[in-house]
């Protein structure tokens, strides 16, 4: 079972750069979730999907664009990449509320 | 708002000892609450969650939680601990406004000495 599969594992951009970071789950799950986890903050949520066709703003949005593409995938896209950016992104999916989340391994992206 | 804390950064315990990561809550009505692990250059595992019902819940890796209502507290524990438990833990709890969220605490790290 590959589970959530997030590309690509490392990134490195500068700054204005864009980009799109790409996560995929084979567990026909309903929701997914983009976080972004940062030393001493635990995770904070970006976007979520809590089914295909919808998406809603988590924590901190700003600066970011999601995409749900279909049932299995969820993009998130950096349109002008700046240095707060800088961090470790990770993707997540469950079958439904209150059902734990599954999570990727992660994207480390710097922004230099 | 809904909040979750966790008051330790760093928690050392030694291999066969008894070992506690603290987590306290703060929600309107009945709480969701969650515990994951994190190894390193790893996603989160999910460990267990309390959602209703007995107060203490087993888990995976023989890691249980006790939930205290009147202490709004959700305390992971581990009765003889490894040096393979070393690693990040977090608590969460569900956002009451949306039931799809999940709100983590900061995060604690375990380290287990042989």
């Known amino acids: 079972n590959a589970g959530v599969t997030q590309t690509p594992k490392f990134q490195v951009l500068k700054t204005g750069q864009s980009m799109t970071l790409q996560c995929a789950q084979d567990m026909n799950h309903n929701s997914m979730y983009w976080y972004r986890q940062d030393p001493g903050m635990g995770l904070r949520l970006i976007y979520y999907?809590?089914?295909?066709?919808?998406?809603d703003k988590g924590e901190v949005p700003n600066g970011y664009n999601v995409s749900r593409l279909n049932k299995r995938e969820f993009s998130l896209r950096l349109e002008s990449a700046a240095p707060s950016q800088t961090s470790v992104y990770f993707c997540?999916?469950?079958?439904?509320?209150?059902?734990?989340?599954?999570f990727g391994n992660g994207t480390r992206l710097t922004v230099t | 708002a809904q909040s979750v804390a966790q008051p330790e950064d760093q928690v050392n315990v030694a291999e066969g000892n008894p070992l506690t990561v603290k987590c306290t809550y703060s929600v309107s009505g009945n709480p969701y609450l969650f515990w994951y692990v994190q190894y390193p250059n790893r996603g989160l595992q999910f460990l267990l969650k309390?959602?209703?019902?007995?107060?203490l819940v087993k888990g995976s890796y023989g890691f249980e939680a006790e939930f205290n209502k009147s202490q709004t507290s959700f305390h992971l524990k581990k009765p003889s601990a490894l040096v393979s438990d070393s690693a990040l833990y977090f608590c969460?709890?569900?956002?009451?406004?949306?039931?799809?969220?999940?709100?983590f605490g900061s995060g604690t790290r375990l380290l287990v000495r042989p």
């Open positions: 997540a999916s469950t079958p439904g509320e209150n059902s734990p989340l599954h």
């Open positions: 999907s809590a089914s295909e066709g919808t998406t």
């Open positions: 309390y959602i209703t019902g007995d107060n």
């Open positions: 969460a709890v569900r956002d009451i406004d949306s039931s799809y969220k999940l709100i």
